[in-house]
Structure formats: C-alpha cells, structure tokens
C-alpha cells in the first residue's frame, strides 16, 4: 500500500563519531555509546540524517563529555530491512533504532518471547521526568511535548496487540489527487457545475459518487477533451490497489481488520466488500478506472505525467515523481480525493516511523545506555525545525509535529505554494487533510491483509478470477500469515 520512492539501492555504514575504519573491533561493536541506526533513506535524506546526527554527536560531547558513535546501517528497502532485522533476532544483536512502518513492528512483536522482549515500549521515555518528550532543552529544542505531534501519526503507534507505544513518527505522507488542471475546468464548466472559487475547492467539496459523475461525462465526451489520442486514456488513475479498497472499507463502514481480545481478526471477505470491488470493476470496464495492478504493475503517476489519465491519486511520499508541469499548460491541480462518505471523511497514513530494539548480546546494561541515547536521537530527530529541514530534503514528506510547520524554514517553504508544486501538495496536505487520518490495529498478518485485498482489486478488475475465488483465495492467504 505504499508509494515510497526515497528507497534507492546501495549500502552505507557511517561511523560519525571517528571517520575511522567501518569494521569495528569487538570492544566498540559492545560499547554502551555504539548506536546503530538501521535505515532505508534515499541519499538525499541519508545526507540530511547524517548531518544532523554530526550535531547531536557533538552535542552529547558537549553535555555528557561522551564519544557516542551512531553508524547509519542501509538496509535496502522495506522488505529487505524486515529480513535483516528478523535474520538477527535469533541472535540478540539488534539495532538500536530502525525504520519500520507498523505492520513490521508487529513482526518482531510475534516473535517476542515472555523473557525476551525485542521491541522497546516507549511510554516510560516519552514520560520519564528527566529525560522524557518534554526534558533536555539540548536534545529536545523548544521542549516540545505529545501534543505538538499530529494525534492520529501517534496513535498509528499505539494499535498493536499489547497496550503501549512502540513506535514513533518521524516522516508521513497521505494520498492526494493530482489533475489535468485546465482540461477539468473545461469539463466542469461543460457540465454546468458553478465554480464559485476554485476547481480545487469544488472538488474538495464533492463526495466519491459526485466524482464518479465527472469521469462518466468525459468518458462519454472524451474525444473533446483528447482529440488526439482519446482511445488510450482514462479519465482517473489509483497508484495503490490496496489503498483503494483499504480507503474506500474505511469510508463505506465496510469491515476490514479489527481486534479481538489481544488478537488480529481477518474481516474483509464479506458481501458488502465484494459489491465495492465489483463497483470497482464496473469503472474498469467502463474505461473510467485503472489502477497500478491494471497498469501491468506501473505506477499510474507516470502514466498523468504522459497525458494518459485526468485524475490520479498517489502517495505524497513520492511527489517530486509526479511533477507533470511541463506536460499541462494549465498547470497541476492538487486537492483531497473524493471521500465515499463526508462523515468519515479520512485518509491513510503512510510514512516513516522509528522504534527501538533491545540487543541482548551486548549486556543488560549496555543496551539500557544505548537505548537512553537513542532515545534522545530520535527526540532531537523529530524536534521542530531538525524534523521539517529533514521533510525538506525528502521527495514530499511531511513532518510529524504542528510546529514544524510554522517554523521558518518550512514556513518559507510552504510560502512558494502559488508558483511551486511541492510546496502545494505540502500545504493542501497540513491545512485541507490537517490529520484526519484513519488508523486500524496492527499485529502480525496486516502486512499480508493489505496486500492480499490489494491482489483482489487487481485479479478481479483483470478477471484473472471470480469474485468470490479472488476473495476466498485472499482470506485464506491472509489468515495462514496470521498464525
């Protein structure tokens, strides 16, 4: 379900409190002042982490008189930085800190044992009275607490089958719509619908059904509005199968996931998810829909960029992908995707969260230092102007706290909104969705839920099966990676 493009290849192991050689000895591998922060940032948020962590390295010198060593480990992507956190498990040596969405934190939660706990709990850091979310001006600048994170990026971290925080934001994206900004002016105004101020307010305005009524009426006229090459686009493109259907369950109240006495409940094959997908494809097959599954796995931004669809909905994660300004001679428009329902008018969360590890090889008590400094890290990462000069260096993430957005440097930034595409999305994305998100619970098998659903729209759409086998097949896939 995620668009990430900051995951580029290569491996970097940085040693940032000595350029010294990248193969340490034993003693320095076992330091209680050794944080290994396993990551999987493209390389201009590499350099940024980098950087910052130079200045927090000085920064413990300066207040603990402490040479802390912080190697930045690349991981790969997603799916590589799981194997690699789950390969070492067996043996304790862990991480300090790494990149994880939730469904991964969940992994290693499964593979706890009652004397082994491998993800940290982080309430007892975020609370402690001396170095807690609101202590230590010098890790912390402008002591910022709990309630300067957007609630629902802080909740996505407590939705896990044991009660708790274990893990953390740092860099978040949602969806948003991208459009043909002239050519659907045209087609509303060719609709007759009354466009009192802009086409991005009337579109924020409409629900899933209204905009369904747009694509319809170019489709039907679509000869007008491509006269050159009408057979070959659709009127709307979804980067994410999985997020189409996970998004629009939430909208419809459909059921999807939930929790049930500590554990995880599979409960997205029913009826009213069915006639959903078979919406879905009724707008395949009627030329108005085409997804990245239907898009022979090719993300549909690259198709709006080529003049193949009007609308497309994709990650923010991935905006400067998606900058089709030389394309559109009337420019890009930028709005929230239509919801099913008004009343539960929200979006997914995606993005970067952190959590800490336990490593039971180095010793009880060099861990617990390890872990105190890293800690610290990651409240001076995510404080306010390090996390938005961070998100400035990102491809379109947002930063996690309220005050990273009124802070100067990312307030300049969002200033350029009228002549600047990024700066647009940020701004349509803190001041039009402005936290309205939805989270479910997490525990082990969400990770293989949203990609199963999302191998339904796409199988189903094609008619590479039948509904109710695409659905059977689905549960049953879903429900084996739960046990």
């Not at 040693?15 to 290994?36: G, K, Q």
């Not at 679509?222 to 090459?229: D, G, L, M």
């Not at 006639?275 to 239907?294: C, P, W």
């Not at 030389?326 to 420019?331: A, E, I, K, Q």
Request: charged share 25%; glycine share 6%; with cysteine.
């Amino acid at each position: 379900m995620k668009h990430n493009k900051l995951i580029i290849a290569g491996v970097t192991l940085l040693s940032l409190a000595s350029i010294a050689s990248l193969s340490s000895c034993n003693d320095e591998a076992n330091s209680p002042y050794t944080i290994v922060f396993q990551h999987t940032f493209g390389q201009d948020v590499r350099n940024s982490v980098e950087r910052y962590c130079k200045k927090f390295v000085k920064i413990v010198k300066e207040q603990d008189n402490i040479d802390l060593d912080i190697k930045l480990d690349y991981a790969g992507n997603y799916s590589d930085c799981v194997k690699k956190t789950t390969n070492k498990i067996s043996t304790g040596d862990l991480p300090t800190i790494t990149v994880a969405y939730p469904d991964h934190v969940a992994i290693y939660k499964a593979l706890e044992k009652k004397d082994k706990r491998i993800v940290v709990p982080l309430d007892s850091y975020i609370d402690d009275p001396v170095i807690g979310l609101t202590k230590e001006a010098a890790y912390n600048p402008n002591l910022n607490g709990v309630d300067d994170i957007v609630e629902s990026f802080l909740d996505e971290g407590r939705q896990y089958t044991e009660e708790g925080t274990y893990s953390f934001p740092f860099q978040k994206s949602t969806e948003i719509m991208l459009f043909d900004k002239a050519r659907v002016e045209q087609i509303l105004i060719d609709m007759g619908k009354d466009i009192n101020t802009s086409v991005e307010d009337y579109l924020n305005g409409i629900t899933w059904n209204e905009f369904i009524d747009i694509l319809r009426y170019e489709k039907q006229n679509i000869s007008k509005y491509y006269p050159t090459n009408s057979e070959n686009v659709y009127p709307f493109a979804y980067d994410s199968d999985a997020n189409l259907f996970i998004s629009q369950s939430y909208q419809r109240d459909i059921p999807f996931i939930s929790m049930e006495n500590g554990k995880g409940k599979c409960d997205f094959n029913n009826d009213q998810a069915k006639a959903m997908v078979n919406e879905f494809k009724n707008l395949y097959e009627e030329g108005l829909l085409l997804t990245k599954g239907t898009n022979n796995g090719d993300y549909t931004s690259d198709l709006f960029k080529e003049l193949g669809c009007t609308f497309v909905a994709s990650s923010t994660g991935g905006t400067s992908y998606n900058d089709a300004s030389s394309s559109l001679n009337g420019g890009i428009g930028v709005c929230k995707i239509p919801t099913y329902s008004k009343e539960r008018e929200k979006y997914v969360s995606q993005g970067v969260t952190l959590c800490m590890l336990n490593n039971t090889k180095i010793g009880e008590e060099n861990n617990k230092t390890r872990l105190k400094y890293a800690w610290r890290l990651i409240k001076y990462l995510t404080s306010t102007e390090v996390c938005a000069d961070i998100s400035l260096d990102s491809a379109g993430y947002i930063p996690c706290r309220y005050s990273s957005y009124t802070c100067e440097n990312y307030a300049d930034y969002l200033s350029t909104q009228d002549t600047d595409f990024m700066p647009k999305v940020a701004s349509k994305v803190i001041n039009e969705i402005n936290g309205n998100y939805f989270n479910y619970p997490v525990f082990k098998g969400t990770e293989k839920v949203r990609e199963q659903v999302g191998w339904v729209v796409t199988n189903v759409l094609l008619g590479s099966q039948s509904m109710n086998e695409a659905f059977e097949t689905a549960y049953k896939n879903s429900v084996n990676d739960m046990q």
